[in-house]
């Protein structure tokens, strides 16, 4: 028979088993994405009215109001009667959002006006956008 030396066998049986690590990767891929919060931008960039105070803001519902008096969310274009199952669906998602109107500064005051009593009434907490 013949032997074989032991240098030789341990260079034969060393394997590295990825398995493990590659599910700790996916678990923490699905953790992120599950808990990450995506922010839907309304589609145009109303030109805004000036404000003298104004604070920072982070909202996770973003409506813009143009001068034509059409609302727009996530890149779509809406009467304001069409609003409320959208944003319905977009605080389901996220229940702790917040909102903000960024209104044109040739946009109605009323169709504006209607958009915060909407978001009022679905209990979201609101503040109009200024420069």
């Given at each position: 028979m013949a032997r074989r030396s032991r240098v030789e066998i341990d260079s034969e049986d060393t394997e590295l088993n990825m398995t493990p690590m590659l599910d700790v990767v996916f678990i923490l891929l699905?953790?992120?994405?599950?808990?990450?919060?995506?922010?839907?931008?309304?589609?145009?960039?109303?030109?805004?009215p000036e404000a003298k105070t104004a604070a920072e803001w982070a909202p996770g519902i973003l409506i813009a109001v143009n001068s034509d008096d059409e609302v727009w969310i996530d890149k779509q274009p809406y009467a304001v009667n069409e609003i409320r199952p959208i944003v319905l669906a977009m605080r389901d998602e996220n229940p702790k959002a917040e909102a903000i109107i960024i209104g044109d500064r040739e946009a109605h005051v009323g169709t504006v006006m209607a958009v915060q009593e909407l978001l009022a009434d679905l209990q979201i907490n609101t503040r109009i956008s200024t420069e």
């Open positions: 699905i953790f992120f994405i599950v808990t990450s919060v995506f922010v839907k931008t309304p589609g145009i960039e109303p030109n805004r």
